[in-house]
Nanobody, 115 residues
Framework: QVQLVESGGGLVQAGGSLRLACAASGNIYSKPFINWYRQATGKQRELVATITSGGSTNYADSVKDRFTISRDTGKNTVYLQMNILKPEDTAVYYC?????????WGLGTLVTVSS
């Protein structure tokens, strides 16, 4: 069983920054990857960023050069640093992993970017 708990969402003006955190139960090195997804109202959930157990990262084109995914293995936490936020970044942000053949999602944290 894996638990993922997101935090750090809130209301920010366009151009501002937020840092989201995803606290995972157990050693995050044991998870092959941890992803950040987001879902805006009326839209499909989309993949935002990935970090693998080896530390490789990947980003959606829409957030590349603005968002950074990182991890603190001592705290079993994955972060998403979001800079130069835009109103179109408004969404619920979720972390996700697949471990032991099972999918695990957090409950999400809401990010609202005002224009």
């Amino acid at each position: 069983q894996v638990q993922l708990v997101e935090s750090g969402g809130g209301l920010v003006q366009a151009g501002g920054s937020l840092r989201l955190a995803c606290a995972a139960s157990g050693n995050i090195y044991s998870k092959p990857f941890i992803n950040w997804y987001r879902q805006a109202t009326g839209k499909q959930r989309e993949l935002v960023a990935t970090i693998t157990s080896g530390g490789s990262t990947n980003y959606a084109d829409s957030v590349k050069d603005r968002f950074t995914i990182s991890r603190d293995t001592g705290k079993n936490t994955v972060y998403l640093q979001m800079n130069i936020l835009k109103p179109e970044d408004t969404a619920v942000y979720y972390c996700y992993t697949n471990y032991g053949g099972k999918s695990y999602w957090g409950l999400g944290t809401l990010v609202t970017v005002s224009s």
